[in-house]
Every structure is written in structure tokens, then in C-alpha cells.
């Protein structure tokens, strides 16, 4: 069975502090997407990343950045020099690459940037 | 804006009932997507069409059905409401070309009432 752990259910950092937001996965498949969605308070998702199973590179994408590691089945989400405007919850998803597949969602984690 | 349309915006209806969602895609998108948000069970994932076909199926209800018009807009269908439905339902399209980015558009959501 395939399940997302987004262990970290609230977490509160004061604005340009660096946070990481923690998401675990287990899977028996052998490839397989990741992904970060952001939620702000507005209500919207946002797409952030999808990250191949094959493909272990670390990704930055300005102050955001990912790290991937398959030895810990684990798929981390660092914000840099936080700011009020990263306040959102963010999802943690998996999905197979081929054949039947769904999104598994992690339970989210809601990040609060203070002033 | 994300360019992805959604109507309506509230819906609020009785146990029961049966009501219809809309999602027009971004131009150009073949692919759309269909999410469920409640405060029970999160974010899921309920199915995903692409140029008409069904790609990927979630956790949808025997209850909820969904479509994709040839042209690309796309409507959840909800029948015999419960109280557990009340949910936010997102659509979100891709472009066919994902390449490695497989980046999702949302749409602002239906915020579905049952009473």
C-alpha cells in the first residue's frame, strides 16, 4: 500500500528563519512521482514540485528547495530565509509513474511565518 | 489566476440531493483533475481525464461520476448527498506536454454544502 506521513502538523518559525517541512513515503513500486502542493491561507492550491523516483537531485527553486532521498524514503521541503507570505499548508503527495495510479496525499502541514 | 474556471463557487444543497460541478480547463490543457478536500479525510484525489478518456481513477464515491466534454471542460456529477460530502472540490488541467514538470493548474474550488 502506498502512504504519505506528514508528521509535522503545525509549525511556527519567525520570519528569515530557514524551516523544513518533513514528508515520508512508503511504496512497493519502484518508480514513482512526488510532489509539493502549497495551500495559503486564500484557499487555493498551488502546485510546487514533482520529483522522479529515478532521480535523486537535490532541486532549488529560489528560496525553495527539495531533498530526495530514496535510502529513507523521504522527499523534504526546506524554505530559506522564511517570509510572512510562506504561510500555507503544504501537502506531501505520491503517485505511481504507469498503469492504474491516484494521488496519495500526506495529511499536510501548516506553516506559520510570524512577523 | 490560475486560468482554470470553476462554478459555482457555493453550493449548498440537501441530503440527497444531486448537484453538478463544473471545471473549464486552461486553454489548451487536455488534462483534468478532480479533488475532494474535507476536514474527515483531507485532500484525495478522485480521478483525472485526459482529451476525454479516463486516465487515473482515486477515491471516488460509486455515488459521484465525472465527465470530460470534447470540449475539454469538464463536470463531477454528486448524487444522493450526504453530510459527509460537504467538502471544497477542486479541478485542476495540465498541459499535454508535462515534460518534467507535470505542473498542475487549480481552480479556486466549490465549497459543496450539504444540510
Known amino acids: 500500500a502506498q502512504k504519505v506521513t506528514q508528521a509535522q502538523t503545525e509549525i511556527s518559525v519567525v520570519e528569515k528563519e530557514d524551516v523544513t517541512l518533513d514528508c515520508v513515503y512508503e511504496t512497493r513500486d519502484t518508480t514513482y512521482y512526488l510532489f509539493w502542493y502549497k495551500q495559503p491561507p486564500s484557499g487555493e492550491l498551488v502546485f510546487l514540485i514533482r520529483r522522479n523516483s529515478f532521480d535523486e537531485q537535490n532541486e532549488i527553486s529560489g528560496r525553495y528547495s527539495w531533498n530526495f532521498q530514496k535510502s529513507t524514503s523521504s522527499f523534504n521541503f526546506t524554505i530559506t530565509a522564511s517570509q510572512v507570505v510562506d504561510s500555507a499548508v503544504y501537502f506531501c503527495?505520491?503517485?505511481?509513474?504507469?498503469?492504474?495510479?491516484?494521488?496519495?496525499f500526506g495529511t499536510g502541514t501548516r506553516l506559520k511565518v510570524l512577523a | 489566476d490560475s486560468g482554470v474556471t470553476q462554478t459555482p463557487k457555493h453550493l449548498i444543497t440537501a441530503t440527497g440531493q444531486r448537484v453538478t460541478l463544473r471545471c473549464s480547463p486552461r486553454?489548451?490543457?487536455?488534462?483534468v483533475y478532480w479533488y475532494q478536500q474535507s476536514l474527515d479525510q483531507g485532500l484525495q484525489f478522485l480521478i483525472q481525464?485526459?482529451?476525454?478518456?479516463?486516465?487515473a481513477k482515486g477515491n471516488i464515491l460509486e455515488r459521484f461520476s465525472a465527465q470530460q466534454f470534447p470540449d475539454l471542460h469538464s463536470e463531477l456529477n454528486l448524487s444522493s448527498l450526504e453530510l459527509g460530502d460537504s467538502a471544497l472540490y477542486f479541478c485542476a488541467s495540465s498541459p499535454p506536454v508535462s515534460g518534467n514538470q507535470d505542473e498542475q493548474f487549480f481552480g479556486p474550488g466549490t465549497r459543496l454544502t450539504v444540510l
Open positions: 503527495a505520491l503517485r505511481r509513474t504507469s498503469g492504474t495510479y491516484k494521488y496519495i
Open positions: 486553454s489548451g490543457d487536455l488534462s
Open positions: 481525464y485526459y482529451n476525454g478518456e479516463e486516465r
